[in-house]
């Protein structure tokens, strides 16, 4: 499937900037099943200052904010084309050990409710596809979708024991139970065309498990199903905090506000769409 992207993140500041640097990791992954036909971030009232690959392959781009702004835009654009492998990624690469990936992080320690989720699918550690499955299961059936309760801070077991929360929530759940039960386990942000809409609410989180024979293997626990062509990879991590688009620290602005705008289209599925329509 080819998806065109335009993801446009706007601070407005009460005051004008004195300083500020900003870590943005925005640029798709040219990963198996995906590929980026062509990508591109405009800025305005900021300045790329570096890029470069950190240790999870995650794109980083650098940028400055100018001083005395009071408004600043970051637009990102492009085309990824995209395949259905099952949420197969495959083997692990590169640099970063895959042992590191079975370590709890502050976001990801687990409690007593985590523990407890976990032994429910213990028993089923001899198929580990299958056990996955089932945990990803019971952490959506454990905690309601419901945006606006936790935030970027609230933990795996903050979030069970409250029994709400969001795709971020989920991720950090199943993540947080399936290392007690000796899986690596990563954080997946990026971005999903929902069937029926061009305009998204924000970006997406989901997570991969590792497999032996399979390798990295993802599951939506939000949605209850495995990544297809709709889904497009673009940053992974411990947790959340080292896969966020957004990261940094802005100095004399006063408080700010923040809006996003985020469509994710398949014009040729469109198009097919409306030729078959009566």
């Known amino acids: 499937m080819l998806l065109t992207i335009e993801h446009e993140t706007r601070y407005n500041f009460d005051q004008s900037v004195i300083h500020g640097l900003q870590r943005l990791r925005l640029r798709p992954k040219p990963t198996h099943g995906q590929q980026v036909v062509e990508w591109e971030t405009v800025l305005?009232?900021?300045?790329?200052?570096?890029?470069?690959?950190?240790?999870?392959?995650?794109?980083?781009?650098?940028?400055s904010l100018e001083p005395g702004v009071r408004e600043v835009v970051i637009t990102c654009r492009g085309t990824v084309k995209t395949a259905d492998n099952h949420g197969i990624l495959g083997e692990h690469s590169g640099h970063f050990p895959l042992w590191a990936f079975t370590r709890a992080t502050p976001l990801t320690r687990a409690g007593p409710k985590v523990r407890s989720l976990a032994a429910s699918v213990a028993g089923q550690k001899e198929e580990r596809l299958a056990m996955l499955h089932s945990l990803s299961l019971a952490v959506r059936a454990a905690v309601e979708y419901e945006p606006g309760t936790t935030d970027v801070t609230t933990t795996a077991e903050q979030s069970l024991a409250a029994g709400h929360g969001v795709c971020q929530d989920h991720a950090h759940i199943f993540i947080s139970a399936a290392r007690l039960l000796d899986v690596p386990a990563r954080y997946v942000g990026g971005y999903l065309k929902m069937d029926g809409r061009v305009e998204q609410d924000a970006g997406h989180g989901w997570v991969e498990a590792y497999v032996m024979g399979l390798g990295w293997v993802g599951f939506d626990v939000s949605n209850s199903i495995s990544p297809d062509e709709r889904y497009v990879r673009v940053t992974t991590g411990c947790d959340y905090s080292e896969a966020a688009p957004f990261t940094?620290?802005?100095t004399g602005a006063g408080p700010g506000r923040l809006s996003v705008h985020l469509s994710v289209d398949a014009p040729q599925v469109s198009q097919q769409q409306q030729q078959s329509a009566p």
Not at 44 to 52: C, V
Request: proline share 0%; no cysteine.
């Open 44 to 63: 305005e009232g900021a300045r790329h200052e570096a890029a470069y690959d950190d240790q999870h392959h995650n794109h980083v781009e650098l940028v």
């Open 248 to 250: 940094g620290v802005v």
